[in-house]
Every structure is written in C-alpha cells, then in structure tokens.
C-alpha cells in the first residue's frame, strides 16, 4: 500500500482520522506532518447531510491546509460491512481520532470500549463540545459557541463595547493541539504499560484553559476581568498607539522596560513620577500615560518607533493586515508557508508546522487527497479482492 511519509518521527504509527471542522483534523494534521500513516475515513458521497461543512469545498485552501499529507477512506460505518472494515483497521491502528457525541459512537460501536475490545493498545482521542458527561455532553459544540460561554467574548473588544467574538477558530485549533498532545502522552505511556486508554479534550474546558491568567485572576484574586479594549489588563505601558502614519503595539511592561522605555523618550522625570512608581500604579494612571505617551508618538511613522524601541530593548511591532503579514522578511525566514503542487493540478501555499524539530522535522508531502481516493488500495491491504471492492462500491459500503 503507498503511504505518505512527511517524516521519519511517527513513521511507526497509524491514525485512523474519523474526525471533521477543524478541531479534530487540526489535531491530526500535526501527527501527520511528522510522518504517521494517516487515512482520513469519511462516509461516500451524499450519506451525510452535513457533507457540505465538513468536505464541501474540497480543493479551496482551508480543506487543504487542514487534511494534507492524510489519505481518504470512504467507508459508510452506519452499515454492517462497513463497521466490520473499520474494525479490521482498528486491530492493526495505533490511535482513532473522532467528534462525534458520546451518544452516537456508542450506538455506532465505535466507543472505546469497543474498541479497546478488539486492540487492547488502542488509544481513542474523542473531541467533543462540552466532554463525554455531565448535563451539556449531547450539546453540538461550535467554536464561537464555546466563546462565548468560555469567557472570550466577555474579555474581547472595547469598554462597553458588547461580547466580541476572536477573529479565528481559538477554541476550535487549541483543542486540536490539547488533543494532539494528549495523544502524544498516551503513546508514551503506552511504551512503558502496553496498554492504551482514552484521551478527552473539549472545547469548553480547553477555551477556559486558554483564558490563562484572566482566568487565574478572577479564582484567586477575585478580580473580574473586563473588555480592556488594546490595553492590557495588568501592565502599562501595553498596547496599541498611533505613530504618525498608523498604529503599532508596545510592550514596555516590567521595571526593566519602563526605565528603558522613559531612557528612549528623553522623559527621566516619569521614572521620579509617584504616579508612574510601580506598574500597578501605571495602570492606574493609565489614561494620564496612555496621554503622553501618544502625544509622542504621533511624531514619528511607525517605522521610526519600531526600529528605536527594539534597538533599545523595548517590544514593539507593527499591526499587519494578512497580506502584509506574509511579506515580513522575518515571516520568510521562518518559512511559515510553503508552496505544493497540487495533485489534482497547480499549486497550494499551506502553512507549515510551528515547532521545528532539528533532526525529524515535519514536512508536506502531500496536499489533502480526493474524496476516497485510497479506497482501493486500502481495501486490497486489507485482503479484498477486486470483485468485492467492486461490489462493496456497489452496495454504497465505500
């Protein structure tokens, strides 16, 4: 059977990918960056209602970025002989990544249970909305849904502004990573017990993760957190400014910084100043600052200020639009897309993997495949026959 190889690092390793949106496939994508056999299975053509969201457009540049180096199984578990394929999968796989509601795998027979049954080795990453229990765990999950009821939208925007949804999937690509680190944990693990086990991730619990120190602030300190609009909520100076030709962000937070910062601006007697003593007290006085700390920055382009407050220690950077942000030289360096050719014609830039292993790095070996372009093979590895595969075909099986 022909498999794609991004990289030596999970080579050893087969992921059976029944996921779909972006949360599970996110999660995915990065076990296959670094070389595991990955085979995507998604019901054939028109058994899913919701085929549309999951597959529908199928070369744009979302679908690809999120299902490259994979290969697709069309595989309809809702009837017998298609349960039994999948099962036959499970017995020689390494981990089975799924969405669905707790409910509806169990009734599939694709819980863990199940599976455990079959290979004792098995690890069963489930993704879900809200977890496996409790009074929401048959709740449809959306990302913008678990925004708003894991606090997001309440810290996002300005000052009575109203909720504000992030202007990108953060619950949906974070619990995709969570996931894939729990995955990575359990293969570990299982190098020392033999044995594989159950690995949650949701998204409500893992957007309340992502709330960090907002979250953190409010259980131990009792302080709720607010829209702070550019500002941010605990250091001053910190946030978004106007030079003269555009905005830019500052990050002079800590002791250090500020007394490099007022160095910088020719302003010794801030650092004398009792309102400006401490960073509390500088975010206090935060309006007073902001004040004229603007007043000074409108004299000078962004570039000015970028250049003068990093070759003086301070942090500070322009604000991109995503065109702009691509064409940053430091942006290139780094190689964060890559131009593929396309199997099915052309070309597709992608975005590369964010952690860079020196020895086994991740790759792109393949854009995402067609809707059940492996079937074939998979099935012939499997031990079917031709007339079989054809007849499987036939009966809406595959």
């Not at 999950?141 to 810290?155: E, N, P, T």
């Not at 935060?286 to 603007?294: G, K, M, V």
Request: aromatic share 6%; charged share 25%.
């Amino acid at each position: 059977m022909t498999r794609i190889q991004a990289s030596p690092a999970l080579k050893r390793f087969r992921v059976l990918d029944v996921s779909r949106v972006r949360a599970g496939p996110t999660c995915v994508r990065i076990l296959a960056d670094f070389g595991a056999d990955v085979i995507r299975i998604e019901p054939p053509r028109g058994v899913d209602p919701n085929e549309a969201m999951f597959a529908g457009d199928r070369w744009g540049g979302d679908f690809q970025n999120l299902n490259r180096n994979k290969r697709s199984l069309a595989l309809n578990l809702k009837k017998p002989e298609g349960l039994a394929i999948f099962q036959r999968l499970v017995a020689d796989a390494d981990v089975v990544v799924e969405n669905w509601r707790p409910d509806v795998k169990k009734r599939l027979g694709v819980d863990y249970e199940s599976l455990r049954a079959i290979n004792p080795r098995i690890i069963l990453a489930s993704i879900s909305g809200f977890g496996q229990d409790g009074p929401y765990a048959k709740r449809p999950g959306f990302d913008q849904i678990i925004q708003g009821m894991g606090g997001l939208m309440s810290v996002t925007g300005h000052p009575d502004q109203g909720p504000v949804r992030a202007g990108l999937a953060v619950a949906d690509s974070s619990t995709g990573l969570y996931a894939a680190i729990g995955i990575l944990t359990a293969l570990l693990e299982r190098e020392v017990s033999g044995e594989g086990q159950w690995v949650h991730a949701s998204l409500l619990h893992t957007q309340i993760a992502m709330m960090d120190f907002q979250a953190a602030r409010y259980l131990n300190d009792g302080d709720v957190p607010v829209q702070e609009g550019n500002d941010h909520p605990t250091s001053s100076p910190m946030g978004l400014f106007d030079a003269a030709d555009g905005p830019f962000n500052l990050g002079a937070s800590g002791e250090g910084n500020w007394k490099r910062l007022c160095d910088l601006l020719g302003k010794p007697e801030w650092l004398s100043d009792p309102e400006y003593a401490t960073e509390k007290l500088r975010v206090r006085h935060r309006p007073r600052l902001n004040a004229e700390l603007q007043a000074l920055f409108a004299t000078q382009p962004v570039a000015h200020w970028v250049d003068a407050l990093n070759a003086a220690g301070v942090p500070a950077g322009p604000v991109y639009t995503v065109p702009q942000m691509f064409e940053d030289p430091q942006v290139q360096s780094l190689g964060v897309a890559r131009t593929v050719a396309a199997h099915e014609g052309g070309e597709r830039t992608l975005i590369t993997q964010p952690v860079t292993l020196t020895r086994t790095p991740a790759d792109i070996a393949r854009t995402a495949p067609g809707w059940g372009e492996h079937t074939a093979d998979i099935l012939r590895d499997l031990g079917y026959d031709e007339a079989t595969i054809e007849r499987l075909h036939a009966d809406g099986v595959v």
